[in-house]
């Protein structure tokens, strides 16, 4: 029987806040585990948190399929979620993104690193915009 992973308090507290937000956003653990998205994502990832529920970020950021402003594909290690995450500092990128339901859109991410602590690295916040 698979056991529930327990989640740091500042994760709880940007799911909150998150959920609370006009603005679509995801919160991805220190493990690189997407934890949750709220009801303003669920357009551009195209179905809700509820339906995907917690993956890997690698395999939640690989079936969008990201490409640059000239549609080459947009190379993993230039991905804001993949630099907060792994280099743990703030990265932003406009891009175009084929979403779960099939849709082709312009979007802004922004992504940085949450800490709980000066060295106590708990996982990162994406924020997305259309374009």
């Known amino acids: 029987m698979a056991t529930a992973r327990s989640k740091h308090l500042v994760l709880i507290l940007a799911r909150e806040l998150a959920s609370n937000l006009a603005t679509p956003t995801l919160i991805c653990d220190a493990d690189g585990t997407l934890v949750f998205f709220n009801e303003a994502a669920e357009e551009i990832v195209g179905k809700p948190f509820a339906e995907i529920g917690e993956m890997s970020m690698e395999d939640f950021s690989a079936s969008f399929t990201p490409r640059t402003r000239n549609h080459s594909p947009l190379a993993e290690e230039k991905r804001p979620t993949r630099i907060a995450l792994e280099e743990r500092r703030a990265a932003h990128e406009q891009l175009w993104v084929v979403s779960r339901d099939g849709v082709d859109r312009k ?21 997305f915009w259309r374009e």
């Open 107 to 127: 979007v802004a991410i922004t992504a940085f690193p949450l800490f709980a602590e000066t060295e106590e690295f708990v996982g990162i916040v994406g924020i």
